[in-house]
């Protein structure tokens, strides 16, 4: 009788969130027009052709006395890859537009790429002549579909953050939390009917965005939907616990404001959203794997760009699941009807 009375509660506290919700159509109607004008921005920015820079990678040292002038040729950069495989994938996908290797003289191009086709010419006729052609396929990945993945999880964090941490300390401040406190409600029910309303909600959004974009843009997605969504919602379970350690104790909407942009934007722009991590000092780097919007998104790329499984993005998912498993716990244990 006492888990029917319990459960009778959660579905009354996860209605009245969900309907409170679904009235605030201000709210409501940004978390879909937000991720498709920024969806849209970058697909128009960048649907021109890219620089007309040729991109050679190297495989070990760049040779030099005896090395065909190709290697000197202007207008080329010369990109040291540490190995074959990786760099091969990124001929296929037209990140370089020409492997080399010195020491087994030879070379690769994507059969469907111009800039290879003239490296090629070129590398032939200033002392290549000897160097063996490889050939690969692919499609070349896009920006818009490099960056989707970073923009629907940072969309899903900034749900998280607050429309859990935000809406639970106004809660505490408008006197709400005061007076469930004095119902049958206990804070488990109330806490996981806040996760639960917000979870469904997030992963509705970022299904709906992508399939609406989809349709316009044709995203690449070389692994698993289900796989895909296996990532989204580890991911956004751990941006929910993280919004919960927020609105944990504070009772002042301005502080909880405050909290969520001095947490949301540095990890937006540290987490790869926009942009590589590579290049940034290493110590930022290593901030970066401390934040959950990182692997939630390393994570969906290996999965849409990539192809990759579960097992190859294990050690993120890894990363998430004790990174929720620790902010929900932290949250309910520091969770308090009542200003501390």
Known sequence: MSIELALRRFRAVLS??????????????????????????FAFAFSGEP?????????????????PAFY????????????????????ERHQLDML?????????INDSSPKGYLLERILRGSGGGDYRKQTVSGRAVRYVDWVIPGILAMNM?????????????????????????????NAVEFLAAQLASRLWLLLTVATLVYAGTNLFIGFTMNGRYLDLAAVFLLGATSLLGLGLVIAARISNEEVADGLVSFIGWPMMFLSGVWFSLEGLHPWLQQLALALPLTHF????????????????VAPDLAVLGAMSIAFLALGAWLFRWEQA
């Open 16 to 41: 009245a969130r969900n309907k409170e919700f679904m009235r605030d159509r201000t709210a409501l109607g940004w978390s879909f027009l937000f991720p498709v004008l920024v969806v849209a921005g």
């Open 72 to 91: 000197a040729t202007r207008h080329i950069d010369l990109i040291p890859m540490p190995a074959l495989a990786g760099a091969v994938t990124k001929v």
């Open 297 to 312: 998104i390393n994570a969906a790329r290996a999965i849409m760009i990539d192809g990759a499984g579960l097992a190859e």
């Open 157 to 185: 964090m900034f749900g998280a953050l607050y429309g859990v941490g935000y809406v639970i300390v106004r809660y505490r401040k408008n006197g709400v939390l005061k007076r469930l406190k004095a119902t049958p409600l």
């Open 100 to 108: 080399v290797d010195p020491a087994t003289r030879s070379y690769w």
């Open 51 to 67: 620089p007309a820079e040729y991109k050679v990678g190297v495989i070990g040292a760049v040779p030099a006395a005896g090395a």
